[in-house]
């Protein structure tokens, strides 16, 4: 039951919206998920083309999680895992974990409850890796252009999107961005990817010699960028990073809150780049969605470093009350047998080629249409003003939200962010679930988009 909707009653202020924006128009209100639908408390049943947010990759209202979630309910529902306490949901996770990242030489787990958790923990531990490395000085940190890596502090600092950061100043010292590998934009106009690839490592390179190898802790990066508008970058490009880093010295920090656990049609974001990083932060589908949890994942190497040593300088002082809650950790190993039971991985390579086949034609069959990319079950759409110059809606045309708005009508839910719309649904779809999706979108172009 849900009250009907009534705006001097709505307390809630909406993250990532002005309130003033909401203020008086009613929002989309879900109460029920099945599958790969949702309802709204209309009786609107919709394709949730967004799997939440980029995270309910085993779809809605699975029973095997929800009967591992009861079940350890039933037996601790708390406990913590501080200085040498633990339960056997975490332990099981971790080495779960470590078990499916081993080509990765991964080799210990700290948890958090969110992506923004998982970042800032792989964050600390890189400077610490430093001082255990005897090189305190190597602090400082690079990204791309367009990244989003979590709301903290650390992880606003190093975020590439700059409306995160905007009112939330002073950032962290030290940290800068590179451009990003996007072949739709960037300042060389260069739509060849191999040369892209080459270009925006060679200026990682250019910023880490500009600041010296000596001081740079790490670069941190999504696989494909997500919430920046689901940038692909050109196959050479992460392979050419882990040499730049591996040259100087620098930590690799694959941020896989998106990527991990298939949604790119990889097991892993950096695997399907056939690249090792240093340290992994996974979040969203590790459970699904159905329980907050990170686990931030870190390789050999850096584990050497703290065991090798036995001082002050080794304390993890770093950690969460709710950090591998049994709750979460239990929907975990639910969630993982899901993921490699059904291929998940390899469904959404499978579905995401065709949804991106189905969608293409939307560069040439619609007016605003500029640019249709994806890899895997991440897909996005770029509106622009003018196709030739690639000039972008402006900030108040209203265009995305109003096709996304149109696109629920017409039985979908997708993103609209800024002037992109976004496709993630979950990685449990098949053929029939990427048809409704492309219908409602295409229902909701020829409405709006005229
Ligand atoms: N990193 C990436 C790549 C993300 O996409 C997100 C969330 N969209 C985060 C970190 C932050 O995760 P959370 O919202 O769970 O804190």
């Known amino acids: 039951m849900t009250t009907p909707y009534n705006h001097t ?78 339960h056997p949901m975490a332990e099981a996770l971790s080495n779960r974990l470590i078990q499916m990242t081993q080509q990765e030489d991964m080799r210990r787990v700290l948890y958090g409850m969110g992506g923004s958790d998982g970042v800032e923990t792989a964050l600390k531990v890189a400077r610490q890796y430093w001082i255990l490395q005897g090189k305190p000085q190597r602090t400082r940190f690079i990204s791309l252009k367009n990244a989003y890596h979590g709301v903290h502090m650390g992880g606003t600092s190093v975020s590439g999107l700059p409306i ?20 739709y934009r960037n300042p060389w106009n260069c739509d060849d990817p191999d040369t892209l690839g080459k270009l925006v490592a060679e200026q990682l390179e250019r910023e ?17 960028q997500g919430a920046g ?29 998106v990527t991990g656990f298939g949604r790119s049609g990889a097991m892993f974001g950096s695997r399907g780049w056939g690249v090792k990083p240093d340290i992994m932060v996974f979040a969203k589908a590790l459970t699904a969605g159905y329980v907050p949890l990170s686990a931030t994942v870190l390789n050999q190497r850096i584990e050497a470093a703290y065991l090798d040593n036995r001082d002050a300088r080794g304390l ?8 591998g809650h049994p709750l979460a950790c239990a929907a975990g190993l639910a969630v993982l047998d899901i993921v490699e039971q059904e291929n998940l991985p390899a469904n959404a390579a499978h579905q995401g080629e065709y949804l991106l086949g189905q969608l293409l034609p939307f560069e040439s069959r619609f007016r605003s249409v500029g640019n ?19 000039r972008t ?42 048809d409704t999706l492309v219908l409602a979108l295409q229902t909701a172009f020829e409405k709006e988009d005229r």
């Not at 880490?208 to 494909?224: K, R, S």
């Not at 402006?394 to 979908?412: C, K, Q, S, T, V």
Request: hydrophobic share 45%; aromatic share 10%.
């Open 393 to 434: 809606l402006a900030p108040d045309n209203g265009l995305a939200f109003r096709i996304a708005e149109a696109a629920r009508d017409a039985g979908a839910v997708v993103r609209p962010v800024g002037p992109k719309l976004v496709l993630a649904p979950p990685l449990t779809i098949d053929k029939a679930g990427c």
């Open 229 to 257: 508008g689901v940038i692909v970058p050109p196959a050479n490009f992460w392979p050419l990073v882990r040499e730049i880093c591996d040259k100087y010295g620098v930590l690799l920090i694959a941020d896989e809150v």
């Open 9 to 86: 009653d709505y307390r809630f202020w909406h993250p990532m919206a002005h309130p003033n924006d909401w203020a008086e128009r009613e929002p989309l209100r879900i109460v029920k998920g099945d599958g790969l639908y949702i309802w709204d408390d209309k009786g609107r049943k919709m394709l949730d083309g967004f799997a939440g947010l980029w995270c309910v990759n085993v779809g809605h209202n699975r029973p095997e999680v929800k009967a591992a979630i009861t079940k350890q309910m039933d037996e601790l529902a708390y406990y913590q895992l501080f200085d040498g306490v633990s």
């Open 208 to 224: 880490i010699l500009y600041y010296g190898p000596d001081t740079v802790a790490a670069f941190i990066a999504e696989p494909v």
């Open 164 to 183: 995160y950061r905007l009112n939330y100043g002073p950032m962290l010292e030290g940290c800068t961005q590179i451009e990003s590998p996007w072949q």
């Open 316 to 323: 993890l002082m770093t950690g969460f009350t709710y950090g």
């Open 372 to 390: 249709v990319r994806g890899k895997g079950l991440m897909l996005a759409l770029d509106l622009v003003e003018d196709k030739a110059s690639k």
